[in-house]
């Protein structure tokens, strides 16, 4: 197996090493010492293509594949951990979720806008009395006609303050165990659902995460 860099991949890790030199390492200690989470660095990144890394064009995405997103990953933790995990979230947790299990229409209307950085996406697992055991998950959702009703507190949610799109998880079928459980799209402005407290976190600080 060849572990040489590829020319292109070489570029792709030039370009996010500049990027996090110019845009990312000047406000590092003043992002982390605030717990600012800087929304036109990710903004930029997703002009950049890197917010839909491996989505395919035709959904707004970059179409490549995980060694570009591997790199792009790194060079940008290289600089901040921070905004390296919440592009590692917005892309595999909210974005790659609705990509992979979502119908068309889901992958038009938030895959597109997500891949392109128009959207942050968030996800949301743990909650307060199950931590992130999916198979403890309390939040409960209901069908009530044509649509589905969620109860429930989300906490420790990546992006929960800023993020426009969110997978959470919620136990449609208390009889069926870990197979009852399914993934629900919500957008910001849902009627009862909007952030809670701010985690203030030891580390990673500029990487939002709060209660839902």
Not at 47 to 55: A, D, E
Not at 107 to 123: D, Q, T
Not at 173 to 183: E, L, R, T, V
Request: glycine share 12%; with cysteine; charged share 25%.
């Amino acid at each position: 197996m060849d572990f040489t860099f590829s020319e292109e991949l070489l570029e792709i890790k030039r370009i996010v090493r500049e990027f996090a030199e110019k845009e990312i390492r000047p406000h590092v200690m003043e992002w982390d010492e605030n717990q600012t989470f800087p929304l036109d660095v990710l903004k930029d990144l997703g002009q950049l293509g890197f917010l839909g890394v491996f989505i395919p064009p035709e959904y707004g995405g970059a179409g490549l594949g995980y060694t570009e997103y591997v790199t792009i990953v790194e060079e940008l933790s290289r600089v901040d951990g921070s905004i390296g995990i919440s592009v590692a979230a917005h892309n595999s947790l909210c974005t790659g979720h609705i990509y992979k299990f979502g119908n068309e229409d889901q992958r038009r209307r938030f895959v597109m806008p997500l891949a392109k950085g128009e959207k942050i996406g968030a996800w949301s697992l743990t909650e307060p009395e199950a931590g992130s055991d999916a198979g403890g998950t309390q939040t409960v959702a209901r069908l009530d006609g044509d649509d589905w009703i969620l109860n429930g507190q989300k906490t420790f949610t990546t992006h929960g303050t800023y993020g426009d799109i969110c997978v959470a998880m919620a136990v449609t079928d208390k009889s069926a165990g870990h197979h009852g459980i399914s993934a629900f799209i919500l957008e910001k402005g849902m009627p009862g659902f909007f952030p809670g407290k701010k985690e203030n976190k030891l580390g990673l600080r500029a990487s939002d995460t709060s209660t839902v």
